[in-house]
């Protein structure tokens, strides 16, 4: 190589470097030290100019060590080009190259271009606790960057909660979760919203890979990282605040047959209430399964049923009844829906607690069962005492199930807990004793409320064992109503 192509070559370079947008070329010193690309240059720029030193001076240079001195010229700028090459592409990030990370953080915020620092994160996920600090990791949960990767289809942030070196790390652990759970709900088709529907439906053949369960299994499925992270907050808040906004108003009071669809793709989801409803109900049902004792949060639930029952309308409920009776209307599927949802985890708490795997007789021992009945008697007087949110047969029919799982837990436990396993009559009294104390305290002194629970009790159907067996004990307990 020639002087002249030399310097051809670092004009090239040069030009190609300062046509790129400026996000890109902090990552490029990130990884490739100016100093170092000039440790390789110097000696070459030397090895081409001596010649032309050595004429100056009046000396010639032998053919041999003309041809040695353009081969140094030549082989350098190469094997630094290489080198720098392969550094960029490895990417490797050091103690020493994270705080150059943030100030190409700032400039791709800057100009809302995430793509490079993305790729820099995933390439160096495994060890990015260890190589960069506190101010780092917090930027790297910026709800704008956040948003950006969701919205390309990159879980990376949901990987980076699971590491619980990182989220050690971050000044601020809620902070980070809201922005992500936030940005997830916002979203359609991510990976929640995919196991949502893979478990309780939506869509069609949904599958995930092995990858994105190890993600969940590490995030929503862990009761521990549910709580560290006080996941159960944004996922209550966000639908709340859009509940809240009326946005929904209009359409969830209207018709709900796109919204329940058994097949195909259902509105529901890519719907935030029924999506963040049904994570809830997931986690819980996890901390159930682990045994877990701690309070779940399960309130978040009757937060959100509360906030779809006052958007809801009996008006509404009336001029759709007759195309679906169960729930007519969005607002009366999310209702429906997270009354089933408390049901089916009221279950699978009494068959840990009552099954052969059981602790004893204690309902207190049975993980989450208290409150989960709280809560499910809650929503139930919240609603009965609302008799313009809906007609009086919707929620008569909610009622009807709390009875009759109450009727079944203390009378024929089989269909309770779906098990034959024998349960001594003592403890199904006391889990059934449960179950009406918080109905009881969730009616209250309401009239209304307690001319529906009658109302219901009269709906039952005389023929199932568990009314029959259990008629007796039903009528003490229905006077209290009167």
């Known amino acids: 190589m020639t002087l002249q192509g030399l310097l051809t070559f670092l004009g090239l370079l040069l030009a190609s470097y300062s046509a790129i947008r400026q996000p890109y070329r902090d990552l490029v010193r990130v990884f490739i030290s100016p100093i170092w690309v000039l440790s390789w240059i110097t000696p070459a720029?030397?090895?081409?100019?001596?010649?032309?030193?050595?004429?100056?001076?009046g000396q010639d240079v032998c053919p041999d060590t003309a041809a040695l001195l353009e081969s140094v010229g030549f082989l350098l700028p190469i094997g630094c080009l290489g080198h720098c090459v392969a550094a960029f592409t490895r990417s490797r990030l050091t103690k020493r190259r994270a705080p150059l990370l943030k100030q190409a953080w700032r400039s791709a915020r800057s100009e809302g271009a995430f793509e490079g620092i993305r790729w820099v994160i995933e390439r160096n996920l495994s060890r990015l606790a260890s190589v960069t600090g506190p101010d780092v990791a917090e930027a790297l949960f910026d709800p704008t960057f956040v948003e950006r990767t969701i919205g390309a289809r990159s879980w990376l942030h949901l990987e980076m909660l699971a590491s619980e070196e990182l989220v050690a790390l971050l000044p601020d652990r809620y902070a980070a979760s809201d922005a992500v759970i936030r940005a997830i709900l916002a979203a359609r088709g991510t990976v929640v919203h995919r196991w949502v529907a893979k478990t309780h439906g939506g869509q069609d053949r949904v599958t995930l890979t092995n990858a994105e369960q190890s993600v969940l299994a590490g995030t929503f499925e862990s009761p521990a990282w549910y709580m560290k992270v006080g996941a159960y907050y944004p996922l209550a808040m966000y639908p709340i605040e859009r509940l809240s906004s009326a946005?929904?108003?209009?359409?969830?009071?209207?018709?709900?047959?796109?919204?329940?669809?058994?097949q195909g793709t259902a509105r529901r989801s890519y719907c935030p209430v029924w999506v963040a409803t049904k994570v809830m109900v997931l986690a819980i049902s996890r901390a159930i399964a682990e045994r877990e004792m701690r309070d779940m949060y399960v309130s978040t639930l009757w937060d959100?049923?509360?906030?779809?029952?006052?958007?809801?309308?009996?008006s509404a409920f009336v001029a759709q009844a007759g195309r679906?009776?169960?729930?007519?209307?969005?607002?009366?599927?999310?209702?429906?829906?997270?009354?089933?949802?408390?049901?089916?985890?009221c279950r699978e708490a009494c068959r840990t607690g009552m099954g052969p795997d059981g602790q004893g007789a204690d309902p207190k021992d049975a993980p989450q069962f208290s409150i989960v009945a709280q809560i499910w008697a809650g929503c139930l007087g919240y609603l009965a005492a609302r008799p313009d949110a809906s007609t009086q047969a919707f929620r008569s029919e909610l009622l009807i199930h709390y009875l009759n799982f109450m009727l079944q837990v203390g009378f024929w436990p089989r269909d309770a807990l779906i098990s034959d396993e024998p349960v001594d009559a003592t403890i199904r009294q006391r889990y059934r004793d449960v179950l009406a104390r918080e109905l009881i305290q969730a009616i209250g002194g309401d009239q209304e409320g307690k001319r529906?629970?009658?109302d219901a009790a009269g709906r039952l159907d005389p023929c199932k064992t568990w009314v029959?067996?259990?008629?007796?004990?039903?009528?003490?307990?229905?006077?209290?109503f009167r």
């Not at 720029?45 to 001076?57: F, I, S």
């Not at 969005?330 to 089916?344: K, T, V």
């Not at 029959?468 to 209290?480: K, S």
Request: glycine share 8%; proline share 4%; net charge negative.
């Open 468 to 480: 029959r067996e259990g008629q007796d004990w039903f009528r003490v307990f229905g006077g209290g």
């Open 452 to 454: 529906l629970v009658l």
């Open 247 to 262: 946005e929904y108003d209009q359409e969830y009071n209207g018709s709900a047959e796109f919204y329940g669809l058994g």
């Open 324 to 345: 679906r009776s169960e729930h007519p209307t969005p607002y009366a599927y999310l209702m429906n829906d997270i009354c089933r949802d408390l049901n089916e985890l």
């Open 45 to 57: 720029l030397l090895a081409l100019l001596w010649p032309h030193l050595m004429r100056v001076a």
């Open 304 to 314: 959100i049923f509360r906030a779809v029952a006052d958007r809801s309308r009996k």
